[in-house]
């Protein structure tokens, strides 16, 4: 496979799983996007902005490619998490422009290193040599990994879910439906912890 082949499979995986992220964001209001779902905070507009500067950092200082953009969340004066939530002057707006700027940064810089070519991420404290290509895999893995966390927030927000805006990936089902498949799996693990228990006090 040519560089230029396997950068096109590559860019496919991380595009797919960028657009899944901005589409949980459709269709919501100010609160929904921002507001914690999880005891640690997780929240749909806090995961673009931290997928953003996410890309700046991998695909800039890594390779030498500054970007010009501002990233005060990378600090010495930041606060842990600070690139993990939206302030009520930061703008869905604003966020998704970050992102989508990003997005080009990246492009650029896979369009015009080799796959090979070096890099280091000097936080990853064990050198971070790297390659362009560790590098794509990495930030794709970590972009998949955070389109998940939103299609489970946006789904406890309204029931919508599915993979992406075209194809959801979901099997067919009504609400009714995906209520009694909850309610078979809520089932399975009450007698299957119910069993456990039995089985430990005859231990």
Do not use: C
Request: net charge negative; charged share 25%.
């Amino acid at each position: 496979m040519t560089d230029l082949a396997a950068k096109a499979d590559l860019h496919t995986y991380l595009q797919g799983a960028r657009e899944a992220l901005l589409w949980k964001l459709e269709g919501l209001g100010e609160y929904d996007i921002r507001r914690p779902l999880t005891p640690t905070g997780t929240n749909l507009l806090g995961l673009v902005k931290h997928a953003a500067v996410g890309e700046l950092a991998y695909f800039g200082e890594v390779f030498g490619r500054p970007h010009g953009l501002p990233m005060p969340w990378l600090s010495d004066e930041a606060k842990p998490n600070d690139d993990k939530w939206a302030r009520p002057d930061e703008s869905r707006a604003d966020i998704v422009a970050m992102y989508r700027r990003a997005w080009q940064h990246t492009d650029e810089t896979i369009g015009a290193l080799a796959l090979d070519a070096p890099g280091r991420v000097p936080w990853w404290g064990d050198g971070g040599a790297v390659t362009l290509h560790h590098i794509v895999v990495h930030v794709t893995a970590e972009t998949q990994r955070h389109a998940g966390h939103a299609d489970i927030v946006r789904e406890l927000i309204d029931g919508a879910a599915g993979l992406l805006r075209d194809m959801d990936n979901m099997p067919p089902g009504d609400p009714e439906s995906w209520r009694n498949y909850r309610d078979q799996v809520e089932q399975a693990a009450r007698s299957a912890a119910a069993n456990g228990a039995s089985a430990a006090a005859d231990a």
